[in-house]
């Protein structure tokens, strides 16, 4: 598509302008932006507005409407966020290492934008605000494409923060939205290799899965998140309620929403029908093993396919299981590496599961709702990572940067 083609030489042009930007320059700019959208506010609703109605009348689920929908308060915290970014150290030219050879060279690892990054998303309006405000402070252009579901907010959020980048004097192709929803486009940004560093798709398993098996862009997987809560025999009752409750219930159609309770058989008889029967009460539909439909009838049997499902919905499944050591195998054949956690009175318990648990973010006695970029004192995240290069669990700044070796001599040879 020669449209796409266009916006990505633009952003490519361009990111080698702001990669030289200053801090106070990159700063002023995300202060002008937040003020565009707190004062943009009613036509950023009112185009809000026009997809939740489109999304209601086909039908959407509570959770695609829950993280679709913007409100005052919501628009607040997006404003606030890029105010919060622009407090955040800048990686952008930091000398991480500088080491002296013994011929005299001396090598620099100097901090430096990725250059071109593509994110795809699905409809959370929030990842435009976030990823447009993270990427530029980290020097880089932004090429979005989110879904079809969110895309009058999109590209009134766009419209916004363009106004902000314009009154900041930075040129506007800085963030970039491809308008064209269709399947089409989001395969062809996948193969823009010329023009793109790296693609960040944020949504769920079927979007990831996509990408990663279409894109000849390294590709940085987030967002899957198939969370474990352990309540082990010496776990105190009051404790494991509430981190169940509230991993399962704040809200359950993010990521790091707890979407699997496993507990030692020990203690079941006793916790089991008191946690279950709260969060029953809280609306959560049930799904168990065996002997967990002994112990709580109003349960339905649990499937294969419960252990592998991220609900992101008020459903959770639950397993009773011998000890510690079955709980640690059944996460890491079903989890998504991203959260897990263990409720524990008993350190070696602790140092175990946090040893031996593959995961990017692992908890002892805390709920998994903290895998979050602000609550990790990032100022914001451009998703979870669930793999192991470059980054890891939320990423913030460092993640959205890469490095370069500098090196000085005087005249040395080999």
């Known amino acids: 598509m020669r449209s796409l083609s266009l916006i990505g030489k633009k952003a490519k042009l361009i990111s080698s302008e702001i990669a030289h930007y200053s801090t106070k320059k990159k700063n002023d700019a995300l202060k002008c932006m937040s003020g565009s959208l707190i004062k943009a506010e009613k036509f950023i609703l009112k185009e809000n507005i026009t997809d939740l109605e489109i999304a209601q009348h086909e039908g959407k689920a509570k959770a695609f409407l829950d993280r679709l929908i913007l409100d005052k308060r919501r628009i607040k915290a997006m404003a606030e966020g890029l105010l919060t970014v622009a407090t955040l150290p800048d990686p952008i030219g930091e000398i991480e290492s500088r080491i002296e050879r013994p011929n005299g060279l001396c090598i620099e690892k100097k901090r430096v934008p990725l250059g071109v990054i593509g994110v795809i998303y699905e409809a959370r309006p929030n990842v435009t605000v976030d990823a447009s405000a993270l990427c530029f402070k980290a020097g880089n252009a932004v090429v979005l494409r989110g879904g079809s579901g969110a895309i009058n907010s999109n590209k009134a959020l766009v419209k916004v923060l363009k106004e902000g980048l314009r009154k900041g004097g930075i040129p506007f192709e800085t963030i970039q939205l491809i308008e064209d929803t269709e399947k089409r486009s989001a395969i062809e940004l996948m193969k823009m290799r010329d023009y793109i560093d790296v693609l960040i798709p944020r949504g769920g398993a079927s979007l990831i899965k996509t990408v990663v098996e279409n894109s000849l862009i390294p590709v940085i997987e987030t967002g899957v998140g198939n969370c474990h809560i352990f309540v082990d025999e010496t776990a105190d009752l009051e404790m494991a309620k509430k981190i169940v409750i509230n991993a399962k219930t704040s809200r359950p159609a993010v990521c790091n929403a707890a979407e699997t309770l496993l507990i030692a058989e020990s203690v079941a008889p006793t916790y089991l029908p008191i946690i279950l029967s709260e969060l029953e009460e809280l609306g959560v539909e049930i799904r168990g093993c065996d002997k967990v439909k002994k112990l709580f ?118």
């Not at 008020?314 to 195998?329: F, P, T």
């Not at 599961?353 to 602000?374: C, L, M, P, Q, W």
């Open 297 to 414: 009838l109003k349960c339905k049997i649990a499937t294969e396919k419960d252990w592998h499902t991220e609900y992101l919905d008020y459903i959770i499944s639950v397993k009773v299981v011998k000890n510690i050591n079955e709980a640690i195998n059944h996460i890491n054949k079903y989890g998504t590496k991203h959260s897990e956690a263990i409720v524990t009175q008993n350190q070696q318990n602790a140092k175990k599961f946090s040893k031996e648990i593959d995961a990017a973010t692992v908890y002892v006695n805390a709920s998994t709702r903290f895998t979050d970029g602000f609550e990790f004192g990032l100022g914001a995240e451009i998703g979870i990572s669930t793999q192991k290069l470059h980054a890891r669990g939320p990423m913030g700044l460092r993640e959205l940067t890469s490095y370069k070796y500098i090196i000085y001599g005087n005249g040395q040879i080999r």
